[in-house]
């Protein structure tokens, strides 16, 4: 907030422009030089100035009273129990805090329980059945999208390989109406996923009911 510029006040009212400690004890000062004893409410704080006070008085008198006000505040009931309410609050979010952690935890583990139960079944898919790969993808996804899980898209990309199935490229062209032909299109688009951000897009999971709607599988 931008100071004021000091002034030399001829009423009370013009100390009420005062916005900051340092400027309404300069114009105190200098108003109880000519009008005598002045006193001023700030921050509901009371200050008094007279003929003899300087500026840096009446600011410490301020804060000290500030400080005299909150002490007065934490020791009064009110004061407690906002304390204890402020307490409580701090040991909910804690709490929380270590709920989400734990669970957070849990969560990977059983993200990579899931991914090597999938791994382990790999070699054995009927690469020939395009629903059951499709299926084997849209279980990957999820684990594969999962910070803290150890992955292993190298395997999974040159196992995909070894039956002919690679990353999609945008020059890659499908037979919208052929049931494997939009098959590979959607696997391979898959691996492009893994290959390029390590994770599998959770859009196959749309992309492989429409293909079992649309081809009745």
Request: charged content about 35%.
């Amino acid at each position: 907030m931008e100071r004021m510029k000091p002034m030399k006040p001829e009423n009370m009212d013009e100390l009420d422009l005062a916005n900051h400690i340092t400027i309404l004890a300069e114009r105190m000062v200098a108003l109880a030089k000519t009008k005598g004893k002045v006193e001023k409410e700030f921050n509901g704080i009371m200050l008094t100035a007279d003929e003899k006070s300087n500026p840096q008085d009446i600011i410490d008198d301020y804060r000290r009273k500030v400080e005299e006000s909150y002490d007065r505040y934490l020791n009064s009931p009110e004061g407690k129990r906002a304390a204890l309410e402020i307490k409580k609050q701090k040991e909910t979010k804690k709490r929380e805090n270590k709920r989400r952690v734990l669970e957070g935890k849990k969560n990977i583990e059983k993200a990579q329980q899931e991914y090597d139960k999938l791994m382990q079944q790999l070699p054995n898919l009927d690469f020939t059945n395009f629903a059951s790969v499709l299926d084997w993808l849209c279980k990957l996804q999820d684990p594969s999208d999962r910070v803290g899980v150890v992955k292993r898209q190298s395997e999974v990309l040159n196992i995909f390989a070894k039956y002919g199935y690679q990353p999609f490229s945008e020059a890659d062209d499908f037979e919208a109406s052929d049931a494997e032909s939009r098959a590979r299109h959607i696997i391979n688009r898959a691996l492009e996923n893994l290959k390029s951000v390590g994770a599998i897009h959770p859009s196959i999971h749309k992309s492989t009911g429409d293909w079992k709607r649309q081809f009745k599988v």
